[in-house]
């Protein structure tokens, strides 16, 4: 079986698969779309992917995208046992309302952010859009640091698919240049993660 992941390795929701298939030594290739490399909006990527956007996981002629769901479908298919997405059905949905609150609750705030902040000249930023966005952010991790504040990780003392859906997005958050609130818990955590191999080379990058 041939595993393809398609998209640039710069990508936060690609960076999630990779996390992923590295923490659990599944081979793979993958190939730069999206972003600068383009590509997306051929009609073979859109017959594999129909909004046109990154991470595609590719296994011979299975094709599957959302990040969310592709992390869950490779725990569920290679490594039924791992601890990144538990067996037991309340501690597995307790991982997956924590994933889908990084997609619905943070993941909106924290774009206008990063794309102001670092894909946007300053002279054309929207600086009220963004200040109100640091505010949303800010409290989307109030929610988790809640749960760091007792806990090393988010959903208890193992790493979860919660901290890696999480995690990519943290390291944005405390390298980009603006004033932060001080979470201590949340610090903490980003700390843990940098601890990690897999964090160190695949997440922890100049922001592009
Ligand atoms: N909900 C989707 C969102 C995917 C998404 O927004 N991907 C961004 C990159 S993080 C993208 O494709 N941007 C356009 C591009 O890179 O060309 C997911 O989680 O996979």
């Given at each position: 079986m041939r595993r393809i992941l398609w998209g640039r390795s710069t990508s936060s929701n690609v960076m999630k698969v990779i996390w992923t298939l590295e923490a659990l030594k599944l081979p793979y290739e993958r190939i730069d779309v999206g972003g600068p490399f383009g590509k997306t909006d051929t009609p073979e990527y859109r017959a594999m992917?129909?909004?046109?956007?990154?991470?595609t996981l590719q296994e011979d002629d299975f094709t599957l995208w959302e990040s969310n769901a592709i992390i869950r479908y490779i725990c569920n298919a290679y490594a039924p046992d791992t601890t990144l997405w538990p067996r037991d059905q309340r501690a597995r949905a307790i991982v997956d309302h924590w994933m889908d609150a990084q997609q619905t609750v943070q993941n909106r705030p924290a774009s206008t952010i990063f794309l102001g902040l670092v894909r946007t000249p300053p002279e054309k930023r929207d600086n009220a859009a963004i200040d109100q966005a640091i505010i949303d952010t800010a409290r989307a991790y109030g929610m988790i640091a809640g749960n760091l504040a007792k806990t090393p990780y988010i959903c208890g003392d193992t790493l979860t698919l919660a901290d890696i859906v999480w995690g990519i997005h943290v390291h944005r958050w405390f390298v980009m240049d603006f004033k932060r609130p001080e979470v201590p818990a949340l610090r903490e955590w980003y700390d843990r993660l940098l601890s990690l191999p897999i964090y160190q080379e695949h997440i922890a990058r100049p922001l592009v």
């Open positions: 992917n129909p909004t046109g956007l990154v991470p």
